[in-house]
């Protein structure tokens, strides 16, 4: 049985603890993670976990201003602050000590194992004796919901009971895929901000159906359920080309509609989409 520290615990963060708290209240017998330590900033932070965690104060400790403290008293840390802070966090007085020999998960977008071991060792980045294991985990906003995926990188240095802990944590908040470390950031923008792009064409189809008298709430439902069966159809291994030959009649709505989104752009729009946010996660624009 271990503890586990959130090196900061906003949405995501308190969507992880969400999760495993409630994971650890059904089946307790399963459970590989028994206590959790919250570190954050400032106090009102501090104080807003606090209550939001009340019921489980005895299992869960917040702790403001005290990253190392976290560290030194977990043996498993989640990195779960904000990318920009992560060298400041990490280059504080202590924090190598403290990690020594510890598995440390980033769920930080844009920073890699080897980025980070940089900033916890600084001008001592030869030293190679008793270094934190660093594994990259990306689960997306639907963790509140139990719905994330998660992307996680494929790390040899993980011993077997560490690859279970980790699958283990994540499965709480949904599935988890792992993948080498080339296509971490390919596979993040995939499960994590392809959702926000997919968003505007969402929008669009609503926006299209109010214009033609539906009420938005009405096509707001309407949506969701059709992205939850399209969902099922993708997961059952319908390729969306075979879908959409499937939908199109000869002179039906659906090809006229399709049409006027290819004469757009529209996917090669999606696709440009993606490779610019990869690009840019690896720091090349």
């Known amino acids: 049985m271990a503890t586990l520290g959130f090196i900061g615990c906003g949405n995501m963060g308190s969507a992880i603890l969400d999760g495993l708290l409630e994971a650890t209240r059904s089946e307790p017998q399963n459970s590989k993670i028994t206590n959790f330590i919250a570190g954050t900033k400032s106090a009102a932070s501090a104080n807003k976990l606090k209550d939001k965690y009340h019921a489980d104060s005895e299992r869960v400790v917040v702790l403001r201003g005290s990253n190392v403290k976290v560290m030194e008293q977990a043996d498993i840390i989640l990195l779960a602050c904000k990318p920009f802070l992560a060298q400041s966090i990490l280059s504080e007085p202590g924090v190598a000590e403290a990690l020594a020999g510890k598995f440390v ?63 283990w944590i994540f499965e709480q908040i949904g599935t ?59 997961r059952e291994g319908v390729h969306p080309a075979v879908l959409r030959e499937s939908i199109s ?33 690896r720091g090349e624009n």
């Open 176 to 234: 988890v895929k792992f993948v080498a470390p080339d296509l971490v950031d390919v596979g993040s923008m995939v499960s994590g901000a392809a959702m926000a792009l997919m968003t505007l064409a969402v929008d669009g189809i609503m926006d299209g159906a109010v214009m033609e008298g539906f009420r938005r709430p009405d096509a707001m439902e309407v949506s969701a359920q059709v992205l939850e069966g399209l969902a099922g159809l993708l």
């Open 105 to 167: 998960i980033s769920v930080m977008a844009g920073k890699t194992p080897a980025e980070i071991m940089e900033y916890i060792y600084g001008d001592n980045s030869n030293q190679t004796a008793n270094r934190p294991v660093i594994v990259t985990a990306m689960p997306n906003v639907a963790a509140r919901l139990r719905q994330s995926m998660t992307i996680i990188e494929e790390n040899p240095a993980l011993s077997k009971d560490r690859a279970e802990i980790l699958k």
């Open 249 to 281: 009649s000869p002179r039906g709505c659906t090809i006229q509609g399709l049409y006027a989104l290819e004469k757009n752009g529209v996917r090669g729009a999606y696709a440009e989409a993606l490779v610019r946010g990869i690009k840019h996660l």
